[in-house]
């Protein structure tokens, strides 16, 4: 396998140093490479969202660093061990939210969660479990017989079930409805505070913008760029597109001077009908940051 070097890893305890650390990641598949070069890190006790168009590389980088894939070229070092290496002390210390079934489909929910709390040396109680996914009414139902939205819950559940030091969460409400969305959030948050780090793949913005301390946007295969949710795509943010009618027809420019523009418009008319003047949204920046093109701008100039 042909690898790359990791910068070294900076001064400092173990727990000074990244939980992921990733330098020239590459996976091919058909001599496409769905991976190429990305660099990653993610601190210790941080919440960090991954974001991308569909076959944009983030489940297949999410499998390698569990280990579970294997990698073409490039170094990976999560909680400081090679993923494709590490025994089983590494993976008790990592928790694992995937897109796929697991669990049993004729155990029972409280069932699954006993079964599974045997493998772990300090696995939390599953009265604790069922109250934080919401599942205490469903404990006693089949597996099988759960929705889509239950069976996510009971994924959640888990996969922290063994108090990981690393959680890796890969779309992890889906299917879930907006009241069990903000029930896992709360979880996550829980997480964090207990000092949990957590990389997240996730197609929903808000929800992004809600847990994540940093967001990185792949796209090409490559992190593009890497910026708390607020800050991201700072100079896109900086562009204005002032909008009005002129002659029947809709006039749109862009701008990091929109007094400017409206000076010069106003210097010719009086009234300026269908004025509006935007700066872009989340999700605006991120469509233009993969390569798509916004549809709206959101955001009234103030």
């Not at 493998?119 to 109250?131: I, V």
């Amino acid at each position: 396998m042909t690898t790359t070097q990791v910068a070294p890893a900076p001064p400092g305890t173990g727990t000074d140093r990244p939980a992921v650390a990733v330098r020239g990641l590459v996976k091919r598949y058909g001599g496409r490479a769905v991976l190429d070069g990305l660099d990653l890190d993610v601190r210790r006790g941080e919440c960090f969202a991954l974001l991308g168009p569909n076959g944009a590389g983030k489940t297949t980088a999410i499998e390698i660093l569990e280990g579970v894939r294997r990698r073409d070229a490039g170094e990976v070092l999560v909680l400081g061990e090679d993923p494709s290496l590490a025994g089983r002390g590494w993976r008790d210390r990592v928790g694992v939210v995937s897109q796929g079934e697991g669990a049993g489909q004729a155990l029972s929910v409280r069932e699954t969660l006993d079964h599974f709390a045997r493998y772990h040396a300090r696995a939390r109680s599953t009265e604790d479990l069922l109250a934080a996914v919401g599942l205490q009414e469903s404990a006693g139902s089949r597996v099988g017989r759960l929705s889509g939205g239950q069976r996510r819950r009971l994924a959640v559940a888990l996969g922290v079930q063994g108090r990981p030091e690393l959680l890796f969460l890969d779309e992890p409400t889906t299917g879930m409805d907006p009241v069990a969305r903000r029930q896992f959030w709360e979880l996550i948050r829980g997480l964090r505070a207990d000092g949990t780090t957590v990389l997240l793949t996730t197609h929903y913005l808000d929800e992004a913008a809600e847990l994540a301390d940093r967001v990185g946007v792949v796209a090409g295969g490559r992190l593009v760029e890497v910026a708390p949710p607020e800050e991201l795509g700072a100079a896109l943010r900086r562009e204005t597109t002032v909008s009005w009618l002129e002659g029947g027809a809709r006039r749109s420019v862009r701008t990091q001077a929109p007094a400017a523009v409206l000076r010069d418009l106003l210097a010719v008319q009086a009234e300026i009908p269908g004025l509006s003047v935007t700066r872009p949204g989340l999700e605006d920046v991120y469509l233009r940051l993969v390569g798509a093109t916004p549809t709206t701008s959101e955001g009234a100039l103030r």
